[in-house]
């Protein structure tokens, strides 16, 4: 860590991009910045740690930072990370409370620090930016607030791997969104020959961070076209340079020796930058299992598939890559989760390209069925199939662990999808799952798919669980059905909901003064006596496994930053399939309303 004295210009534009600083004037921006202690963080060090002391804010600059946060066993989470203009320490600023996570650099990273003393005198020179600041500080503790986002990246390496070409994504991205590609050509070109391919510590390295951090002030992404050698010195300067690496390979190759060696380096050279894979299909599909090896030997934590003529698929990476992606999230609720179909149809018909999809329970379903690329129709006719041959109301058995049988279950997803696997699909999906094991949610963002929709739908009591390397897993519902968090962490910059659970009257009548016994039952529906009947089984075996989730769900309607859609599906019962048609309708008919509104208010 070393202190410097920031350019003027870099500083007084990353204040100006701050939400806490917004509407100060160029000249209290400039005093601020003259005030303010600038810093430079090494990449992997350490800005701040979880318990310490606080009473200061800090400013970046220029780089990236990880926010993690420390768990009951010692482990560190990545909750978010945090570019150019955003800020950290706030609470601590205005409270001296410890601070809460720790924040580490991903790269070289130029910070500024505003301490206690310099707020306190902006206060008394200009209560008005002081005041701004605490209201933006104050509405993100308030119920309700969304967490904080992810930073989009500004910088990307590209590095090409199995013969691919980096300048074709740079070629391709750079008509479906503004940005400027960097390779060492025109690097030599700005800073001087052989600039770019000198070795760190030379004598260019100022000016290459200059030329850099000017690059990221005037273009909203930067890609740097790394060398296929990892080894050579430009590709190591652009993978520590980068917030993000992206290694693009053909479609139809696997990962041989020379690969292997080349993510091997990239991965010790930058492990801290966030590294995901890029496949270009020329062709087809890839073979079922052939992106879980490039997964496996390059550490991947996402990826994404693109047909090499297909505009529609760079324009959704594009906006992946610049944080503009919008993800759909749809919720559990059983047969009410029809409507998510119903949805899907409405915002394609509206033109609302979906970019990721994520479900849990029902809606992992049918965002599964989703991300095969299969349209809301098509959507329809599987579901029909899917449920002729499960027959929720007909298979139930003997109850030694849970009331449905789940062979017709497994028979059914497997007939639906097959061998496929999540990370093979073209759209990107993610459903989640109860691990019962370790009592906790679980995100499944690759494996079978077959397998983890059916753990996400197993009602406690009423399906099986599923078994996973000797853990149990069942409905995502019970802790999350309705996950909007988790789509959040993936950078998404729109988040629709559809929500298919809505508060319901749990209760019976007065006249129930104990639970009934199997002749009670039998006389009611004979009678078919008014008021209402006593709870179901099956309904309070989903009430009991989704109350954990309820409060969740109820805060996160709440949220300001996620747009529901919350079509009117009360009065359909979990296991009512029959109604398929109706439902999906229903889902159609108010999403269109609900879109219609957004316009109107736009």
Known sequence: MRTIRAEPRNAVGALAGCTVFRGMSEARLEELARSMEWTVLDRGETLMRAGDPGDDLYVVAGGRLNVSLVGMDGTETVVREIGRGSTVGEVALLTGSPRTATVRAVRDTLVGRLSRASFERLMEEDPRSALQLTRVVAGWLLPGSPPRRTSAPATVAIVPAAGYDAREVATRLGAATVLRALDPAAIDEAVGPGAARSPAGSPDERALADYFDNAELEHPLILLLADPEADSPWTERALRRADR????????????????????????????????????????????????????????????????????????????????????????????????????????????????????????????????G??????????????????????????????????????????????????????????????????????????????????????????????????????????????????????????????????????????????????????????QSAGTAFPSIVRILERTAT????????????????????????????????????????????????????????
């Open 245 to 372: 690496v992206l290694v693009a390979v053909p479609g139809g190759a696997r990962p041989d020796r020379v690969a292997r060696a080349q993510l091997t380096r990239i991965a010790a050279t930058a492990p801290e930058v966030p590294r995901e894979l890029l496949l270009v299909h020329e062709r087809g599909r890839p073979p079922a299992g052939l992106t879980a090896l490039w997964r496996d030997a390059g550490g991947f934590g996402r990826q994404s598939h693109v047909a090499a003529d297909a505009d529609r698929d760079w324009e959704r990476l594009a906006r992946h890559l610049t944080g503009r992606a919008t993800g759909l999230v749809l919720g559990g609720g059983g047969a009410r989760g029809f409507a998510h179909i119903g949805v899907l149809r409405a915002l394609t018909e509206a033109g609302i390209e979906i970019d990721r999809i994520g479900g849990s329970s029902m809606g992992a379903l049918i965002g599964g069925l989703w991300s095969t």
């Open 547 to 602: 109350l954990a989730s309820d409060r969740a769900a109820a805060a996160q309607r709440m949220r300001h930053d996620v747009r529901f859609i919350s079509p009117p599906v009360a009065q359909y019962d979990t296991l009512d399939m029959r109604h398929l048609d109706e439902i999906v309708e229903v889902g159609y008919r108010s999403a269109l309303e609900t879109v219609s509104r957004w316009e109107e208010n736009r």
């Open 374 to 527: 299969l349209a809301p129709e098509d959507i329809v006719e599987r579901n029909r199939e899917v449920w002729h041959e499960i027959r929720p109301l007909k298979g139930f058995t003997l109850p030694f662990v849970a009331l449905h049988g789940s062979g017709r279950s497994r028979t059914a997803m497997a007939g639906c999808f097959g061998s496929a696997r999540i990370e093979d699909q073209p759209r990107e999906y993610f459903c989640t799952s109860t691990n019962l094991t370790r009592n906790r949610s679980v995100i499944h963002t690759s494996g079978p798919l077959h397998r983890y929709v059916l753990a996400s739908m197993s009602i406690p009591g009423i399906v099986a669980p599923v078994i996973d390397r000797g853990e149990l897993l069942v409905d995502g519902g019970v802790l999350d059905n309705l996950p909007v968090d988790p789509m959040s962490r993936t950078g998404a910059g729109t988040i629709i909901a559809s929500d298919v659970s809505p508060p319901r009257t749990f209760s019976v009548d007065l006249h129930w003064e104990e639970a009934p016994g199997l002749v009670d039952v039998l006389r009611h529906r004979v009678r």
